[in-house]
């Protein structure tokens, strides 16, 4: 017998290099693909897709801020609110991300009953999170309202740098519109819940399999990420 033969299946020098190196780990794993539902691979796929274009969105933002030599707004001054005769500054930012986080708590929450099969809970948690998510969003609505009448534009600003209106505009709105879709998405199944399509296993939208509240989960990893995202937001947009 050869002294290639006699060397173990586990000896590090049969094991491939480089990138069919970590393909081969990964392959290797089997748990890591036959334990994971379509839905949830899809939903990380769909995050990490996203997390890109944010992360492109907030990279042109800062570049434009630093490469532009007009100055740039003050964001305590142009987010401030007057109350009682005094400008506070960021009141409405804090406020909103008060709103957004804390819904984050009700729909893990939410995901908790929701595998302990308490449709009521889990339901009325997921109607909760989705009343701070449109109240986050109307009062981003109000926000822009109230910029567009101080004469903010996407091509225009008379704060400063006119780069200001649109890359305010592409990032609050485009992280506005997820979660506006995701506030549909989580009435629509908490009434699936509440109305017990999952036990029943009616057919309908993401109802077809019996007893599956993993669309919960699902609904939670969407919600959790729009959350994390405006965290990022915040703290280039609003507090550099």
């Not at 100055?71 to 009682?84: D, K, Y």
């Not at 908790?112 to 997921?126: H, P």
């Not at 890359?167 to 997820?178: L, R």
Request: hydrophobic letters at 50%.
């Amino acid at each position: 017998m050869t002294a290639s033969m006699e060397r173990p299946l586990n000896d590090p020098h049969l094991r491939p290099t480089g990138l069919r190196g970590v393909a081969a780990d990964l392959s290797s794993d089997q748990r890591a693909f036959k334990n994971v539902s379509w839905g949830k691979a899809m939903m990380w796929l769909f995050i990490l897709s996203d997390t890109f274009i944010f992360g492109c969105f907030l990279l042109a933002y800062m570049t434009a801020r630093m490469s532009t030599a007009v100055g740039w707004p003050n964001p305590s001054e142009v987010f401030a609110l007057t109350i009682g005769g005094k400008d506070i500054p960021l009141i409405l930012i804090a406020i909103m991300t008060f709103v957004l986080i804390s819904s984050s708590g009700t729909m893990a929450m939410a995901v908790n009953f929701g595998y302990r099969r308490d449709r009521r809970k889990t339901a009325a948690l997921m109607v909760a999170t989705a009343a701070l998510g449109a109240t986050f969003v109307g009062m981003q609505v109000f926000e822009w309202t109230k910029l567009i009448g101080e004469g903010v534009r996407p091509w225009e600003n008379p704060f400063g740098a006119a780069q200001f209106g649109s890359s305010f505009f592409m990032i609050t709105g485009f992280h506005g519109t997820h979660v506006s879709i995701g506030v549909v998405f989580l009435l629509i199944m908490a009434r699936k819940v509440r109305r017990g399509d999952f036990d029943q296993e009616r057919r309908g939208f993401f109802t077809s399999r019996k007893g599956n509240y993993e669309i919960v989960e699902i609904m939670g990893l969407y919600w959790h990420f729009v959350d994390l995202v405006w965290v990022f937001i915040f703290a280039f947009f609003y507090l550099w």
